[in-house]
């Protein structure tokens, strides 16, 4: 399976997603060779691979050679321009696109999306991320503006936890982190690895 995280606004969780879904996907089977694409300039997924001390996944870059992985997940850049959309989608089994949920992002998300029906639906979904500790109301609030609008949006969500900036310093995934706070980070990732495995894997 082909993954590809990008996003129209930078800061939004892919180098994290993409991380943390390489590692779901690596430790799901453990038979099954993943490759992280890096393709952020900023190196995020890099950097923290090379202080990582329980990566099971290579990370390579944009012009290494990847071979004949069972998954492949590629992080991109900053900030995707929406004309670059449709081959992000056609290259991959599914496109996903982190978004917040503050009114400005999701609105810029939907105009962009809504203008685009060209998409093949069955390929790309939104996945809301950095949801606050108490967000629900504002987070059904954005699924309806995206329902309304048509746009595919995952079920599974990943909140906003200070976790994920402890975790990076020490570079590993949340899973590792000890306590309540990094087992509930893990559970959001596990939840949408499971929900992909069934839509796509
Ligand atoms: N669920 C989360 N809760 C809290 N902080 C998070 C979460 N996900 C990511 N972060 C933090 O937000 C910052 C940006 O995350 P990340 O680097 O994954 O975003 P990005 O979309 O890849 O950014 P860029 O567009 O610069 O590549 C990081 O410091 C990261 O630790
Ligand atoms: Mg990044």
């Known amino acids: 399976m082909i993954i590809t995280i990008a996003s129209f606004k930078g800061g939004v969780g892919k180098s994290t997603t993409s991380l943390h879904l390489s590692h779901y996907l690596s430790t799901r089977r453990?038979?099954?060779?993943?490759?992280?694409?890096?393709?952020?300039?900023?190196?995020?997924?890099?950097?923290?691979?090379?202080?990582?001390?329980?990566?099971?996944?290579?990370?390579?870059?944009?012009?290494?050679?990847?071979?004949?992985?069972?998954?492949?997940?590629?992080?991109?850049?900053?900030?995707?321009?929406?004309?670059?959309?449709?081959?992000?989608?056609?290259?991959?089994?599914?496109?996903?696109?982190?978004?917040?949920?503050?009114?400005?992002?999701?609105?810029?998300?939907i105009e962009t999306l809504a203008n685009m029906p060209e998409l093949p639906l069955e390929r790309y979904r939104i996945l809301l991320t950095l949801v606050p500790a108490r967000g629900q109301a504002r987070e059904a609030q954005a699924r309806e503006a995206l329902t309304a609008a048509e746009i595919p949006t995952l079920k599974s969500r990943i909140q906003s936890r200070v976790v994920y900036a402890d975790a990076e310093l020490e570079g590993v995934t949340v899973d590792l982190m000890s306590g309540k706070r990094g087992k509930s980070a893990w559970a959001d990732y596990k939840t949408l690895g499971q929900e992909i495995i069934k839509g796509w894997g």
Do not use: Y
């Not at 300039?41 to 390579?60: D, G, M, Q, T, Y």
């Open 30 to 109: 453990k038979s099954d060779k993943v490759v992280l694409v890096d393709g952020d300039p900023n190196r995020s997924a890099l950097s923290w691979f090379e202080r990582s001390k329980n990566c099971r996944f290579s990370i390579v870059d944009m012009a290494d050679e990847i071979g004949d992985p069972d998954h492949i997940v590629i992080d991109t850049p900053a900030r995707t321009n929406p004309g670059e959309l449709m081959s992000l989608v056609t290259g991959s089994d599914l496109l996903i696109l982190p978004t917040n949920i503050s009114p400005f992002s999701l609105e810029a998300t």
